[in-house]
């Protein structure tokens, strides 16, 4: 299976910080990795796939990068909105594994 | 409006089967892969299964292999999610969620349910 590690487990950023989240595939997948947010007690909402193409109706303050094992989901400039947890996932290959994510707290 | 939505979750007793069930509307069903995800309380997010938009295509995480059957019925715009043989392991948040493609594969999950509530206690 392929792992899918986030870092940082958990940020705390003041508004209008840009803000970074990594996820490492323990082995290449081209960029089939998806982003994810998921506020308490809700359901994950869709934000980029392909690595880099941004969900219709996302802010365009996301933006994700990457290509291989190596990908990014970054917040330009953090809104008190943004708080909750960012999960990254793989679709190159089965299972499809999710990272274990990262939570975002506005300071 | 794209819409999913997931029923059939409660509390059931250890060994037993449950059903759930994914009703959707805004788009055409027949068209899309969609995929079962749960989330223990207090952890991650976990694939479960994919299923392709015509059904003949199954994939399981190894977890709930052999356990676990997605199906799905077209002329309902339903998805399913039949589980036996229950733990505690199984206790979770189950969602429903709507692949980008017809098969699951390299795409996102562009539309996710509410989920559902499945106790094994």
């Known amino acids: 299976d392929i792992r899918m590690t986030q870092y940082p487990s958990s940020v705390s950023a003041s508004v209008g910080d840009r803000v970074t989240i990594t996820c490492r595939a323990s082995q290449g997948i081209t960029t089939w990795v998806a982003w994810y947010q998921q506020k308490p007690g809700r359901a994950p909402k869709f934000l980029v796939y392909a690595a880099s193409r941004l969900q219709t109706g996302v802010p365009s303050r996301f933006s994700g990068s990457g290509s291989g094992t190596e990908f990014t989901l970054t917040i330009s400039s953090l809104q008190p909105e943004d708080i909750g947890t960012y999960f990254c996932q793989q679709t190159n290959s089965l299972p499809f594994t999710f990272g274990p994510g990262t939570k975002v707290h506005v300071k | 409006q794209m819409q999913v939505v997931e029923s059939g979750g409660g509390v059931v007793q250890p060994t037993r089967s449950l059903r759930l069930s994914c009703a959707t509307s805004g788009f055409v069903f027949s068209n899309y892969g969609f995929h079962w995800v749960r989330q223990a309380p207090g952890k991650g997010l976990e694939w479960v299964a994919v299923?392709?938009?015509?059904?003949?295509?199954?994939f399981y995480a190894d977890s709930v292999k052999s356990r676990f059957t997605i199906y799905r019925d077209n002329s309902k715009d339903a998805l399913y999610l039949q589980m036996r043989a229950l733990s505690g392991e199984d206790t979770a948040v189950y969602y429903c969620?709507?692949?980008?493609?017809?098969?699951?594969?390299?795409?996102?999950?562009?539309?996710w349910g509410p989920g559902t509530m499945v106790t094994v206690s």
């Open positions: 299923i392709s938009h015509d059904g003949e295509t199954k």
């Open positions: 969620a709507k692949s980008q493609n017809g098969m699951g594969y390299q795409s996102g999950m562009d539309v």
